[in-house]
């Protein structure tokens, strides 16, 4: 679930030698407003039992604590990292480039520009540091695409995200049978 107070203390007490036993999924937000859009990723965490870390990591207000978010978090166990932000949406890429762990970047709407500038600050990264932006607000696809990440080194997610798949075709087709109807 929602652990902020634990990924403080893994910050606190994270060293070179530690054993990785966290959850294998990071969940940080620029702020807590992005909240609302990033909670989509927590649930699809959630719904296929992948524990994760979530909490608010601002590459503006709190460079130190994303420096140090960063540099640790495949120390304590994280595989991915899901990084939302908004507006001048650096966190994701700044995190890109201080872990060694691929991002996911959840391009999150403001109110002045439809997301438009988010997705661009995310999306256009130089050579050599990648981020993998999903659609503007869509942190729904960032949880599935971690967990696909995730399913690399795990037979039983790749079965569970083909379950996935086959209920989002039979949702399709009872309501294309119910418009033919
Ligand atoms: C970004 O600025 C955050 O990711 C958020 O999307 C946006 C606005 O933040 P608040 O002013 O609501 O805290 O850094």
Redesign the pocket.
């Known amino acids: 679930g929602v652990l902020p107070s634990n990924v403080a203390t893994a910050l606190a007490s994270s060293s070179e030698d530690a054993k990785p036993s966290g959850p294998p999924v990071g969940i940080i937000?620029?702020?807590?407003?992005?909240l609302p859009v990033m909670s989509a990723a927590a649930e699809i965490l959630d719904s296929f039992g992948i524990p994760y870390e979530l909490t608010v990591v601002?590459?503006?207000?709190t460079p130190e604590r994303m420096v140090s978010y960063a540099q640790t978090a495949h120390k304590r166990g994280v595989k991915v990292i899901i990084a939302?932000?908004?507006?001048?949406?650096h966190?994701p890429g700044m995190v890109a480039s201080l872990t060694p762990l691929p991002v996911i970047g959840v391009p999150?709407k403001?109110s002045h520009t439809d997301g438009l500038d988010?997705l661009l600050s995310i999306v256009q990264m130089p050579r050599g540091i990648p981020v993998a932006t999903v659609a503007i607000q869509n942190a729904t696809n960032a949880g599935l695409l971690a967990v696909r990440m995730l399913g690399v080194e795990s037979d039983q997610i790749v079965d569970k995200m083909a379950a996935y798949q086959n209920s989002l075709k039979d949702m399709v087709l009872e309501k294309a049978e119910r418009l033919e109807t």
Do not use: E
């Open positions: 937000m620029g702020s807590d407003s992005d601002s590459a503006h207000r939302g932000a908004g507006g001048a949406a966190l999150v403001g988010s």
